[in-house]
Each structure stands twice: as structure tokens, then as C-alpha cells.
């Protein structure tokens, strides 16, 4: 079974930083979009930022650009999402996902993900 598991989530004041890791197994990254997505408490499922397999193209939601920064290290087969100036509307569980792709400089995270990792929560608050 293909597994992805997130990490580096906590309790953080608002203006703080988190980096959260996704870590693979059953599978390698290089050939995979990883997308971030989080989910808060009666709210729908939204995509925060994408990168593509080769690392040359992200993407990230509005709300999120100019703070959060992702990257991946395929020789470490991890994915990170690197938090700044957080504020209390991040407060989500933040779900790290993978899909398989040839088209090795793209990502859209309109794109239907196959795997999934169990989540981590992220509360900034003072």
C-alpha cells in the first residue's frame, strides 16, 4: 500500500512558523505532483499549494501566497510546506497527496489525487 505521512504540525501564536514534512513510502516522488490541501472544522477541503515532479512549478491559493513556501527532496522522498506569518484562519488539518504523472513540469491542484496521507493539525492561536 502506497503511504504518505505528515508531519511538523502543532500549536504556533499567530505571526509564528511551521514547517510541515510529508514523507513517502511504498513509492518514490520523483514522478509524482504533490499537492497540500488542509481542512478546518466545518468547512470544505481546500487546496493550499501544488508542486510539480520536477520542483520547477508551484502553485499556491491566494490565501496563502507570500507566506507559505513548498519544496520537495526527492533523495529524502519528502514534500515540505514552509509556514510564515501565520495567522488564525490557517488553523486546519493540513493533508499532504500524490499523483502519479508524465508531464514532469506541471501541477494543478484541480487534479484528482490518489493518495493521501492521514493529516496533521496546525492551531495558531494565541
Known amino acids: 500500500q502506497l503511504q504518505l505521512v505528515e508531519s511538523g504540525g502543532g500549536l504556533v501564536q499567530p505571526g509564528g512558523s511551521l514547517t510541515l514534512s510529508c514523507t513517502a513510502s511504498?513509492?518514490?516522488?520523483?514522478?509524482?505532483?504533490i499537492g497540500w490541501f488542509r481542512q478546518a472544522p466545518g468547512k470544505e477541503r481546500e487546496g493550499v499549494s501544488c508542486i510539480s515532479a520536477n520542483g520547477g512549478s508551484t502553485v499556491y491559493a491566494d490565501s496563502v501566497k507570500g507566506r507559505f513556501t513548498i519544496s520537495r527532496d526527492n533523495t529524502k522522498n519528502t514534500v515540505y510546506l514552509q509556514m510564515k506569518s501565520l495567522k488564525p484562519e490557517d488553523t486546519a488539518v493540513y493533508y499532504c497527496?500524490?499523483?502519479?504523472?508524465?508531464?514532469?513540469?506541471?501541477?494543478?491542484?484541480?487534479?484528482?489525487?490518489?493518495?493521501w496521507g492521514q493529516g496533521t493539525q496546525v492551531t495558531v492561536s494565541s
Open positions: 511504498g513509492f518514490t516522488l520523483n514522478s509524482y505532483v
Open positions: 497527496a500524490a499523483e502519479w504523472v508524465t508531464v514532469r513540469g506541471i501541477c494543478n491542484m484541480a487534479w484528482t489525487f490518489g493518495s
